[in-house]
T-cell receptor
Framework: DAGITQSPRHKVTETGTPVTLRCHQT?????MYWYRQDPGHGLRLIHY???????DKGEVSDGYSVSRSKTEDFLLTLESATSSQTSVYFC??????????????FGPGTRLTVL | AQTVTQSQPEMSVQEAETVTLSCTYD???????LFWYKQPPSRQMILVIR??????QNATENRFSVNFQKAAKSFSLKISDSQLGDAAMYFC??????????????FGGGTRLMVKP
């Protein structure tokens, strides 16, 4: 299994509070991604990173920010959590060299509940 | 923008029987890849099978095979000799090469497969 961990694995928070989710990889892969999973929508891309300090927005980026100061860590921040951000969040990684054939490896997910 | 549609929210199959999950997609790209992912109750995302758009031959992985119809933009998954362990959510996904984003994935909404003993 690819070395990807997410922390925390579960979190309950209140509306308006800041939340940071962490993704840590030991594979030295270039690309890192944050997705959210909601019923009926599959996984939707929030933000991605193509290198240290290089990030860009995905399909559902409003209300989220990211940072990548080291190759191995990709942080997702909800500046002021809302109930609509209650979801399961997945981190994924992939490497370069194989082009679009490269498999994305997924972390175990974080279940976030915003009350 | 690319979209992926799975029209069957739920499917059921008898153990040892065959089931086919449907997926359609929309894209203007000519070079892309398609994937089926399995998500069991553990929530772990597991790659089941992948297909290169430029290959006419359908991909096969043991009991899993695909029917790829490029002109129709259809990519169905056939599971033969279904087993209880096949019960899971299945996601169809599309990928194309983006210079900055690597192999960016777009997912369908998923199909929940139940296997009856």
């Amino acid at each position: 299994d690819a070395g990807i961990t997410q922390s925390p694995r579960h979190k309950v928070t209140e509306t308006g509070t800041p939340v940071t989710l962490r993704c840590h990889q030991t594979e030295n892969h270039r690309y890192m991604y944050w997705y959210r999973q909601d019923p009926g929508h599959g996984l939707r891309l929030i933000h991605y990173s193509y290198g240290v300090k290089d990030t860009d927005k995905g399909e559902v980026s409003d209300g989220y920010s990211v940072s990548r100061s080291k190759t191995e860590d990709f942080l997702l921040t909800l500046e002021s959590a809302t109930s609509s951000q209650t979801s399961v969040y997945f981190c994924a990684i992939s490497d370069e060299g194989g082009g679009v054939y490269n498999e994305q490896f997924f972390g175990p997910g974080t279940r976030l509940t915003v009350l | 923008a690319q979209t992926v549609t799975q029209s069957q929210p739920e499917m059921s199959v008898q153990e040892a029987e065959t089931v086919t999950l449907s997926c359609t997609y929309d894209t203007s790209e000519s070079d892309y890849y398609l994937f089926w992912y399995k998500q069991p109750p553990s929530r772990q995302m597991i790659l089941v099978i992948r297909q290169e758009a430029y290959k006419q031959q359908n991909a096969t992985e043991n009991r899993f095979s695909v029917n790829f119809q490029k002109a129709a933009k259809s990519f169905s998954l056939k599971i033969s000799d279904s087993q209880l362990g096949d019960a899971a959510m299945y996601f169809c996904a599309y990928s194309y090469m983006n210079n900055n984003a690597g192999n960016m994935l777009t997912f369908g909404g998923g199909t929940r497969l139940m296997v009856k003993p």
